[in-house]
Nanobody, 118 residues
Framework: QVQLVESGGGLVQRGGSLRLSCVASARTFSSYSMGWFRQAPGKERELVAQ???????YYADSVQGRFTISRDNAKNTVYLQMNSMKPEDTAVYYC????????????WGQGTQVTVSS
């Protein structure tokens, strides 16, 4: 069982920056792929960025060039650095983990609210 705890959400102005953190309880954190998802009101949850167990990364088109995902295996932590933020980035952001041999994310954090004002 893996527990995920996000932090770092809040209110930021257009063009500003935030960094989200997610600490995992997994004993073998380095073997998990980690992702950040978000869900805005009335919309489906979407994958924003992910970093695989071997450090491959993926970004949604909407955040490419503005957001950066990274991981620190020594701290069991994954980060999402968000720059040049836009009002449409407003959402609840969720950290998720999936085991190396599994295609779907099976572990989720409680979410953290990010609000970008215009």
């Amino acid at each position: 069982q893996v527990q995920l705890v996000e932090s770092g959400g809040g209110l930021v102005q257009r063009g500003g920056s935030l960094r989200l953190s997610c600490v995992a309880s997994a004993r073998t954190f380095s073997s998990y792929s980690m992702g950040w998802f978000r869900q805005a009101p009335g919309k489906e949850r979407e994958l924003v960025a992910q970093v695989s167990w071997n450090n491959g990364t993926y970004y949604a088109d909407s955040v490419q060039g503005r957001f950066t995902i990274s991981r620190d295996n020594a701290k069991n932590t994954v980060y999402l650095q968000m720059n040049s933020m836009k009002p449409e980035d407003t959402a609840v952001y969720y950290c998720a983990a999936r085991e190396r041999s599994v295609s779907k994310y099976g572990y989720w954090g409680q979410g953290t609210q990010v609000t970008v004002s215009s």
